[in-house]
C-alpha cells in the first residue's frame, strides 16, 4: 500500500514539473544562469531573446527515462552546449522548500537552466 502511494505521489509531482516545463504553470519561475545564457549569445538584445527562446524549446522538448517519476532533472543541447536544468520546490514565498511538492496550492517550483560547471 506504501509503495502505491509513493508511485501515485512521484507521478503527480512528475505532472506538475511537466506544467513547468512546458509553461503552463503560472506561479513557476523559470532562470537562466548568466554563465548559461552567455555561452549561447552575445551580448546584443537579439542575441539573448533568441537564446532564451532555444533553451525553452530544448527544455519543451527534453526526453526522459522513464524511471524518472519525478522528471525534476535533465539535460540536453542547444547550439551544440549541453544545458543541464533542475526544479526545485518552494514554498509560495519562495523563503523556504515547500512542504509538500505534489501539492501545487502550497508549492512555487523554480526551474534553472545551468551548464554543468554551474552545478
Known sequence: MIETEVVARDSTIGRLNDRCRQGLDRTARI???????ASLSDDTTGSRVLAHAQLLRGLRQCDFDPRDAE???GRF????VEVHFTIDYYDTTLEWGSEDPADASVTT???????????
Open 31 to 37: 532562470v537562466v544562469t548568466s554563465t548559461c545564457l
Open 71 to 73: 522528471r525534476s532533472r
Open 77 to 80: 543541447t542547444v547550439q551544440g
Open 109 to 119: 517550483r523554480v526551474l534553472t537552466l545551468m551548464l554543468r560547471e554551474d552545478l
